[in-house]
C-alpha cells in the first residue's frame, strides 16, 4: 500500500510502473501471497494521485486527473484539507461498493463482459463525449472546439484498419499516437506550474485559511453527498468491466455525470466538492471490476492490469473462464487485499491532511521548480523516452493557453482518450453489418445505448425550457405585485 501511495504521487509512475519494478520480488513468493502484493499496490495507488492532484494540480495517475478540476481549486482557497479527506473518504467507500458489486457480478462476469462488442463500445463512446460536450453549460462553443481539437490529436498514429500512418508529420515517434499519460501530466501539472509562476506568490496565499479544525469534515463531506458517491462508485463498477475503456473514462464520466445532476453546474471547476467525491469514488470501484476481463478472458483494461497479467502468468495461474472456478481463493484473496490497501490508504491520507494542507504555502519559486522536474522526470520514466519530456512540454504550454483563455481542459482529455476508441470500434462495426447502419437497432445493449444518448441530448434543452418558465412565472408574478 505505502509502495503505490509513493508511485500514484509522483506524476508519470503510476500503479503499472509499481507492479514492474516488483514483479522480481515476487519470484519466491506463492500465488496467494504475490497476488496480496499486487492488490496492495494496486490499493493504495489512487489515493496517491489524488493528493498531487489536489494539491499541485499535478495529477500521479491519469485517471486523477479529473480530480484536478475541483480539487486543486479547492486547494487555492484554503481548502485542501477538506478536498483530500474528500478524496479519502470517497476513495475507501468508492472501493468498498467497488467491492461489493464485484462479488455480486461475479458469478455472471463471462456473460457480462460478452454484452459488450464493437457496436456498444463505440455507442458508449459517444455517450462518454455527449456528457461532457452537454455538461459545458455557458461555453459551449468553446467546449466544442476544445473537444474538435482532442479528436484531432486522437486520430495521430497509425491506423489498425488502413495500415497507414496519419499525421505523424514524419515523426516516428507519433507512429503509436498521441500518448495520454504524457499529455495529461503538461496539460494540468506543467500549466498549472506555469501559471502560478506567471501568478506569483503561492497556491494558497492565507495561512489561516489552510488550517483545518477537524480532519473529520471531508469525510462528513462524503456522507451529505452519498449519492454521488453511490452514483460514481456504479459508474466506475460498470465501466471498469468493459474490456479495454479504463479507469480515465471512468473518472471523467463520473465527473461528468455528477455535473449534469447538480443543481449548481456552473460551480464546477471552481471548487465544487462533488467534483472531487465523483471521480475518486469511481477511480476505486473500478480497480475491482478491471479484474473482470483481466481474470476471465485474459483482456487488460490498461497498463497496470497488463502488468499485472504478467505476474499471472508468472506464478502458474491462466486467465481464462477455468480461471474463475479452480483459483477463487486465490482471486478472492485478491479482491479483498485490494479493498483494504484502499480502506487503509485512505486513512493514511486523513493522517496526513494536515502537513499535506501546508504544501500550499510554498512560495512558487520554490514549488514550481519542484513540481516541473518531478513531472517531467516522471513523464521521462514511463518508458525513458526524451520525447515523452517535449509532448509534456507541448501541452504544458497548451494547458497554460486554455487555462488563460478559460477553455475546458476537460472536453479535450475525454476527446482525446476516447477518440481512438470510438473511431477503432466504429469501423470494426460496419465490417460486421456489411456497412449497414442498422445494426445498432438489432443489439439490446445498443438499443439502451441509443436511448441514452437521447436522453442526453434532449436533457439541456429541457432544462432551458424549464428554466425561461419558470423565469417568465416569477416575472409575471412580480408585475401582478
Keep these: 500500500m505505502f509502495v503505490g501511495l509513493f508511485f500514484g504521487a509522483i506524476p508519470g509512475l503510476g500503479g503499472a510502473t509499481a507492479l514492474a519494478l516488483l514483479i522480481p520480488l515476487t519470484y519466491g513468493l506463492d500465488a496467494f ?3 496480496a502484493l499486487a492488490g496492495g499496490v494496486m490499493g493504495g495507488v489512487p489515493m496517491g494521485g489524488s493528493i498531487t492532484a489536489i494539491l499541485l494540480n ?46 455480486a457480478i461475479l458469478p455472471i462476469a463471462k456473460e457480462l463482459v460478452l454484452l459488450f462488442g464493437p ?6 463512446a459517444v455517450v462518454g463525449l455527449v456528457v461532457v460536450a452537454t455538461a459545458s453549460r455557458g461555453r459551449m ?9 482532442g479528436l484531432m490529436m486522437s486520430f495521430v498514429g497509425y491506423n489498425d484498419l488502413t495500415a497507414v500512418q496519419r499525421f505523424t508529420l514524419g515523426i516516428p515517434y507519433l507512429w503509436d499516437g ?39 469534515n471531508g469525510l462528513l463531506e462524503t456522507f451529505r453527498h452519498w449519492r454521488t458517491v453511490v452514483r460514481g462508485s456504479l459508474i466506475g463498477t460498470v465501466v471498469g468491466a468493459i474490456p479495454g475503456v479504463g479507469g480515465t473514462v471512468a473518472s471523467f464520466l463520473s465527473y461528468s455525470m455528477a455535473m449534469q445532476a447538480s443543481k449548481d453546474p456552473d460551480s464546477f471547476g471552481k471548487g465544487n466538492i462533488d467534483g472531487v467525491i465523483a471521480p475518486e469514488a469511481a477511480i476505486n470501484a473500478k480497480d475491482c471490476s478491471c479484474l473482470i476481463p483481466t ?88 518508458d525513458r523516452s526524451i520525447e515523452n519530456v517535449l509532448l509534456t512540454a507541448f ?11 478559460e477553455y475546458p481542459r ?72
Design 33 to 35: 501471497t504475490a497476488l
Design 58 to 103: 499535478a495529477p500521479g495517475t491519469a485517471p486523477s486527473a479529473a480530480t484536478c478540476l475541483d480539487g486543486h481549486p479547492m486547494a487555492r482557497q484554503g481548502k485542501a484539507g477538506l478536498a483530500i479527506g474528500a478524496a479519502a473518504s470517497a476513495n475507501a467507500i468508492g472501493g468498498i461498493i467497488g467491492t461489493i458489486s464485484v462479488l
Design 119 to 124: 457496436p456498444e463500445l463505440f455507442l458508449l
Design 141 to 149: 462553443l468553446r467546449s466544442l472546439i476544445a473537444g474538435g481539437l
Design 178 to 216: 498521441v500518448r495520454v499519460v504524457p499529455a495529461l501530466i503538461g496539460l494540468f501539472a506543467v500549466a498549472e506550474m506555469i501559471n502560478l509562476s506567471v501568478r506569483g506568490g503561492a497556491i494558497c496565499d492565507d495561512p489561516k485559511t489552510v488550517q483545518i479544525n477537524s480532519m473529520m
Design 295 to 382: 481474470l476471465a478472458f485474459g483482456i487488460p483494461s490498461g497498463a497496470e492490469m497488463a502488468v499485472f497479467l504478467g505476474i499471472l502468468i508468472l506464478h502458474g495461474l491462466q486467465p481464462g473462464p477455468l480461471m474463475l472456478i479452480d483459483h477463487q481463493v486465490e482471486i478472492y484473496g485478491l479482491i479483498w487485499a485490494l479493498t483494504a490497501s484502499c480502506v487503509l490508504a485512505s486513512f493514511v491520507g486523513l493522517l496526513f491532511v494536515r502537513p499535506l494542507a501546508m504544501l500550499t504555502l510554498l512560495d512558487s519559486q520554490i514549488l514550481v521548480p519542484i513540481v516541473t522536474a518531478v513531472a517531467l522526470v516522471g513523464s521521462y520514466a514511463i
Design 395 to 405: 501541452f504544458g504550454i497548451l494547458g497554460y493557453a486554455m487555462i488563460r483563455f
Design 410 to 481: 476537460l472536453s479535450m482529455v475525454v476527446a482525446l482518450v476516447l477518440g481512438s476508441t470510438a473511431e477503432r470500434n466504429f469501423h470494426q462495426t460496419m465490417m460486421m453489418g456489411d456497412g449497414n447502419p442498422f445494426i445498432f437497432f438489432n443489439r439490446t445493449v445498443c438499443r439502451v445505448l441509443i436511448v441514452l444518448l437521447i436522453v442526453l441530448l434532449v436533457s439541456p434543452w429541457l432544462r432551458g425550457f424549464a428554466g425561461n418558465r419558470r423565469a417568465r412565472i416569477l416575472a409575471t408574478q412580480g408585475s401582478s405585485r
